[in-house]
């Protein structure tokens, strides 16, 4: 163990009623877990925290203390120990990353309990599933997707509407693909909506060289406009052609 594992700690953390402090818990677990020998000090009501705060002039809880000097919150705990801290303003691609990692997983579970192998349908099953949980992922919040999607979408800047209808039409499409069915409504709106957006996505990044992100996961994302949303359209228009032309 080493010098810093052997110091003492103690932790004020925020526990009215059925009312625990989830970052005061996670906090709790990651000094015992780097062997401290830790002082767990619950502020049981209201004007207990208060009085705790204006004592020590702090405005939040939890509160980590080791060796009698104090070291902040959580974030700050996570800081000395030499571990990462989420920056929540950073761009990422792991929304995008974990949707088609879990369509990808559930096409081949469906493949697999309809088929007995993975087959053909697998990439059919993954494209259409990926519509539907994106499409989840703008209906939670239609306006602030659409505030999103008006800045780069071609067709939407020309036509607003347009970004209020494209998360239904996507999940339309994406359930009708998973069917079979109607293959003359859905295989059309995947091609229109996958080429529109391609189009955009190479305007945007490749020709005017713009710094944005991407509204495919929802409008309070932090996923940059780039590859992987000209994939996702990409692949949306071409398994249409491919139901066209099959």
């Known amino acids: 163990m080493t010098a810093m594992s052997r110091k ?18 996670k906090a709790l677990h990651l000094l015992r877990s780097n062997g401290f020998a830790v002082e767990d000090h619950l502020l049981r009501t209201r004007d207990e925290t208060d009085a705790f705060k204006a004592a020590n002039g702090v405005t939040s809880t939890p509160q980590i203390f080791i ?22 303003k950073a761009v990422t ?8 990692a879990m369509t990808a997983a559930m096409a081949i579970a469906v493949s697999y309990a309809a088929l007995g192998t993975p087959g053909t349908l697998t990439f059919v ?17 239609v306006e ?10 071609l067709l939407a800047r020309r036509w607003p509407p347009y ?4 998360p239904y ?17 859905s295989a059309p709106i995947a091609l229109f909506i996958g080429t529109i957006g391609a189009v955009s996505v190479v305007k945007a990044v490749y020709v005017e060289k713009r710094d944005i992100k991407c509204a495919c996961v929802g409008g309070d994302s932090n996923v940059p406009l780039g590859f992987l949303s000209l994939t996702e359209n990409v692949m949306m228009a071409g398994m249409a052609l491919w139901m066209i032309l099959a």
């Open 144 to 153: 602030s997707f659409s505030s999103m999607f008006l800045g780069y979408d």
């Open 169 to 185: 039409a996507e999940a339309l499409a994406g359930l009708l693909m998973i069917s079979g069915a109607l293959r003359w409504l």
């Open 8 to 25: 003492q700690a103690s932790i004020y953390r925020m526990a009215i009623g059925h009312s625990t402090c989830p970052h005061g818990r």
């Open 67 to 88: 060796d009698g000097e104090r070291i902040g919150g959580h974030d700050d705990l996570r800081r000395l120990l030499g571990k990462r801290v989420r920056d929540p």
């Open 125 to 141: 099953w993954f494209i259409a599933f990926s519509m539907c949980v994106l499409a989840v992922l703008k209906l939670r919040d």
């Open 93 to 100: 691609y792991r929304p995008v990353i974990a949707v088609f």
């Open 163 to 166: 970004a209020y209808v494209y």
